[in-house]
């Protein structure tokens, strides 16, 4: 647990949408939504429940219910894991010494009961992931002749049109594969960011990736100069190469420019005691049901 965490007393997660895509022997194939939910409830509710299941990797896993549409994962391999994970309402607080160590054994995924899409919570490597969640799919509603779900990552289309629409912005990050000019490169009659790193290529002479953030000090005493930065940021000849490109308006709207995975950044609660796995599960839950409306449109977008 770092120094900032502590002061801040919350420990920060993320938390990562994915679309539930019914993949057969032909290719994928369409599929009525599924009642992901309740599917998890009556299998955990069950006379003899199965508790148990496996990826498509051959990845041994065990879970239970969390919340009303969740479920913790943790890989079959130890103790400490089946612990966590057995008893739905016997979850006891984690130290705080031992939050991280918690998140990297387990993970939460959140079903949608009208939506084949889940979210997983984004922990640090080796916690169960997205190949995780597709295998719990499976073991709730699975497919016959030889099909199956499989997780694809929801993602959204950048945000031109708002930042075409914005008059000023703040700040902006980059992350950008530049080379040399060739005999065809036209450089702008005004000066922009895009020629400036084409420049920086030229006089190393070989191709470079850079990164630069440009941030106006006194946004709100400077209008002017955010009005100057966008127009300095000139897209057409930046988007070919770039990996990455944040902008924060003059209304503090951050505006991702390139397509992106849909991630929600949110906090869990830290005391002196540590962390409530309940609270966890309960913040999770408010964020994936706050999503609700975005995730069914993506959805329907990818299925179309």
Known sequence: MSEDERASKEKWVKAQFFHLAAHSPKGLMRRHPVAWADKLRSVVNAAEPVLNFEDRNQVKYTFNLRGTSSAIIAKSMGDAQVRQVSGADEILPVRLEDVD?????????YFYNDINAFAIMSGPPGTPRSNAGAGLANLLYPLSDGAYWMAQAITSPGQIEEFEKAPRIQSVQIRVDVAPPDLMYERSDAE??????????NCVGANIT????VKIKKPKQNGNATSLLKNFLNLRKLLPGAKKMQVVTADSETLDLLEHKLIERFGIPLSEDGA?????VSAFENVCAGWHDRIREAVKVAET
């Open 276 to 280: 409530d796995p309940k609270v966890l």
């Open 192 to 201: 922009n960011i895009g020629d400036a790193m084409v420049q920086v290529a």
């Open 101 to 109: 160590t918690y998140l990297a054994m387990v993970n939460h995924v």
């Open 210 to 213: 850079m990164e630069m953030q």
